[in-house]
């Protein structure tokens, strides 16, 4: 149980463009979503934390119209880098919990690389 | 400020040997404890956790240890073995609001020769 996905597994894009990055709870409701960022031999950083129905909370410094998230059912919230340029270039990792659990069950990340 | 650390940021250790893999915490009110394993190119794996209400907690292979009065906590792994490689983090989850956000310890390195 406990499982999580993330769609794509790794997406190369342009510049300028857009990316949407899909998460997925498949076995229990995720009352509660959070993104996370993890450079190159470092730890991960909380971007973001969504709750479904609700509009994100995001962590200082991370800009929320530059990183859109959308936690619209119990299953699913999506991370849209809009605008990438190449220092968005990272490994991004969702994860999901639901109320009354402490812990938290992590997807699989997504590499992202802006060219 | 509160945060979760790591004393080492990488250990070696050679196939069957046990590893211990140590982290401290700063906040004494910390009640709940979770180590992930996280492969490369991969996301983090819950390995096991611990409340402060104990003192050790066994799983397969591995134990962790919780002493409150240095705040420090380690996990140990028995017999380790080449699919052990991995980067291991302490983490501990602060809950404002209910959302339970994770802090994230730095990361040990444990790499398993043959």
């Known amino acids: 149980g406990a499982v999580v996905s993330q769609h794509p597994s790794w997406v190369i894009c342009k510049s300028g463009t857009s990316v949407k990055i899909e998460c997925r709870s498949l076995?229990?409701?995720?009352?509660?979503m959070f993104w996370y960022r993890q450079f190159p031999k470092q730890s991960l950083m909380l971007m973001a934390t969504?709750?479904?129905?609700?509009?994100?909370?995001?962590e200082q410094g991370v800009e929320k119209d530059k990183f859109l998230i959308n936690h619209a059912s119990l299953t699913l919230s999506t991370l849209t880098v809009t605008s990438a340029h190449p220092e968005d270039s990272s490994f991004y990792i969702c994860?999901?919990?639901?109320?009354?659990?402490?812990?938290?069950?992590f997807g699989p990340g997504t590499r992202l690389t802006v060219l | 400020g509160e945060s979760v650390g790591l004393h080492l940021p990488t250990l070696s250790v050679q196939e069957g040997d046990n590893s211990i893999i140590n982290c401290a915490y700063s906040?004494?009110?910390?009640?709940?404890f979770i180590w992930y394993k996280q492969e490369s190119g991969k996301g983090p794996q819950f390995i096991i956790d611990?409340?402060?209400?104990?003192d050790k907690r066994q799983g397969q292979r591995v134990t962790v240890l919780l002493n409150k009065t240095v705040k420090h906590l380690s996990l140990q792994i028995a017999a380790t073995q080449p699919g052990d490689s991995a980067v291991y983090f302490c983490?501990?989850?602060?809950?404002?609001?209910?959302?339970?956000?994770?802090?994230f310890g730095a990361g040990t390195r444990l790499a398993v020769h043959p």
């Open positions: 994860s999901a919990s639901s109320v009354g659990v402490d812990t938290q069950y």
């Open positions: 076995d229990f409701q995720a009352t509660t």
């Open positions: 969504s709750n479904e129905g609700s509009k994100a909370t995001y």
């Open positions: 906040n004494s009110a910390s009640d709940y």
């Open positions: 611990i409340r402060s209400n104990m």
């Open positions: 983490a501990e989850p602060i809950a404002p609001g209910g959302y339970n956000k994770l802090i």
